[in-house]
């Protein structure tokens, strides 16, 4: 059964950090490039950052640049986004994507809140 579970969301205030980690069961990931989507309220969802089957390459939206992280163990089958420097326009559910030339999978979403 594929799955993708993503965790670490919560309540922060501005100017502070989040972990997110996206666990990827039931398929090769080794295979797919990985993504963080978010998606705000009354928002389209919105690619934030994009990591390559072996992590050469990443992409980041113009949005999150120089604040946020992403990386990949595929031994672990785990990918992970580190959020720094966060702002109120952040807010958002956080999805973890896995995509390749024959398909893509979703997790079911993680919420993630700046806010004072």
């Known amino acids: 059964q594929v799955q993708l579970v993503e965790s670490g969301g919560g309540l922060v205030q501005p100017g502070g950090s989040l972990r997110l980690s996206c666990a990827a069961s039931g398929f090769d990931v080794r295979t797919f490039d990985m993504n963080w989507y978010r998606q705000g309220a009354g928002k389209e969802r919105e690619l934030v950052a994009t990591?390559?089957?072996?992590?050469?390459?990443?992409n980041y939206g113009d949005s999150v640049k120089g604040r946020f992280i992403i990386s990949r163990d595929n031994a672990k089958k785990v990918v992970s986004l580190q959020m720094n420097s966060l702002k109120a326009e952040d807010t958002a559910v956080y999805y973890c994507n896995a995509r390749n030339s024959w398909g893509a999978y979703w997790g079911q979403g993680t919420q993630v809140t700046v806010s004072s």
């Open positions: 990591i390559s089957t072996e992590g050469r390459r990443k």
